[in-house]
């Protein structure tokens, strides 16, 4: 019977995984770079259309749910919910006091009563608020059936 | 007596930091995807003091009603169909064709904002439709605008 001698030592089966992390990282610099801090997490149907225009980094937010609650944050921080519009033209006038060219986000529920858009739209142009943009989603071709 | 010291390999183990760093990376994805970050905008138009006098000029009226419908220059029409009646509001002679009536969008209070926005985003798109010169000139006039201005000047807004 024959047989095979081993000569020398076979290598561990191994698979280098050093350079895996520097791939990842890579990747999440990337991520942080081009990530956009979200600051208002309140969740509404965004009306869809085909026009839309990049809003601005770290621009004021206004938002208005089904409900009616309306939240302001100036762009870095947290949403917070404010009692009345007249709230709104404050917080707007002093955002804009400190910067007068900051642009204002309003993003509100496509079924959210015209009025009370029509009201967040005033109390900003009554603050001097240059540049509005009205949130939206992306109209698709299923949208227009 | 001779003491022999065995050293222990200097390694840093790196193995797990692939686990963290693709955590980190799926936090980051899941959290894009679900932010909207575009939408459409609007400049609000600058208040000029040295232009006092108001010249009442022709305007094309686009109301939202409450159910959803719209209504252009008092005639129901759907939405498609106003690119197409706007064709006819081309000032005469303009090559290229330019539109230099503005066009005013008033929803009613009680319309959902989706309509407001679809006509909006209608609206938007009549440049390109149309291959107009430049942008309709779109105005968005507030409740209170229509009251204290407009009441003012004597212009008829239902």
């Known amino acids: 019977m024959l047989k095979f001698r081993q000569v020398g030592q076979r290598p561990d089966p191994y698979i280098p995984t050093a350079s895996m992390a520097d791939i990842v990282f890579l990747l999440i610099i990337f991520f942080v770079i081009t990530y956009n801090i979200e600051v208002d ?66 993003k509100a529920d496509k079924g959210t009563r015209y009025q009370v858009v029509d009201q967040i739209i005033d109390a900003l142009k009554q603050a001097k608020v240059q540049t509005i943009y009205l949130l939206s989603e992306q109209r698709t071709v299923e949208d227009q059936g | 007596m ?14 797990s930091m692939a686990d963290v760093t693709f955590l980190l990376i799926i936090y980051f994805m899941l959290t894009m995807a679900f932010s909207s970050t575009k939408g459409l905008d609007f400049a609000v138009p600058k208040e000029d003091p ?35 009646y706007l064709r006819t509001k081309i000032d005469p002679g303009s090559n290229p064709p330019v539109i230099s009536k503005p066009v005013i969008l008033r929803p009613a209070p009680q319309a959902p904002y989706g309509a407001m926005m679809d006509a909006f985003d209608e609206l938007r798109q009549v440049k390109s439709k149309l291959n107009l010169a430049k942008d309709l000139n779109i105005t968005l006039p507030t409740q209170r605008e229509v009251e204290n201005v407009w009441g003012a000047l004597g212009v008829l807004i239902q």
């Open chain 1, 41 to 106: 997490k309140v969740q509404v149907q965004l009306p869809r259309t085909l026009i839309r225009e990049d809003v601005p980094r770290e621009s004021a937010y206004v938002s208005v749910d089904l409900q009616g609650v309306i939240r302001v944050s100036a762009g870095k921080e947290t949403a917070v919910p404010v009692p009345s519009v007249e709230e709104v033209q404050s917080f707007a006038a002093d955002v804009v006091a400190r910067d007068p060219k900051h642009a204002f986000v309003v």
């Open chain 2, 2 to 15: 001779r003491m022999t010291k065995k050293r222990a390999s200097a390694e840093i183990f790196t193995g």
């Open chain 2, 50 to 84: 040295t232009r006092s006098e108001v010249q009442a000029e022709e305007a094309v009226f686009v109301q939202v009603r409450a159910d959803g419908s719209y209504v252009v220059d008092n005639k129901p029409m759907p939405l498609d169909q106003i690119a197409m």
